[in-house]
């Protein structure tokens, strides 16, 4: 089986800096895209910043300038660095990936469980 696992979240003071990373792991033929999404109590579930296999990459505005989203190929694994946090960056954290499986058999989308970010003084 495909999973995803989240690791690094946890609190922070407004300011502070944070690196989330997601490993994904199985039979995994290819991975298209990665990305992390963050859901707010109370509010809709939303893009943070997403990777492709191209090295294409897209951020929310509301992080540019703070997160950065890398990838290492080698470890099915990507990394959002979170700088300059703000209150309002609190939320939980989701790993997104559309893979290939092996065997192939076309897209396949997965999330991973999820890692807490609280920024609070």
């Known amino acids: 089986q495909v999973q995803l696992v989240e690791s690094g979240g946890g609190s922070v003071h407004p300011g502070g800096s944070l690196r989330l990373s997601c490993a994904a792991s199985g039979s995994i033929f290819s991975i298209n895209v990665m990305g992390w999404y963050r859901q707010a109590p109370g509010k809709q579930r939303e893009l943070v910043a997403v990777?492709?296999?191209?090295?294409?990459?897209n951020y929310a505005d509301s992080v540019k300038g703070r997160f950065t989203i890398s990838r290492d190929g080698a470890k099915n694994t990507t990394y959002l660095q979170m700088n300059s946090l703000k209150p309002q960056d609190t939320a939980v954290y989701y790993c997104n990936a559309q893979m290939v499986v092996l065997p192939p058999i076309g897209g396949l989308e997965v999330w991973g469980q999820g890692t807490l970010v609280t920024v609070s003084s």
């Open positions: 990777i492709s296999s191209g090295g294409s990459i």
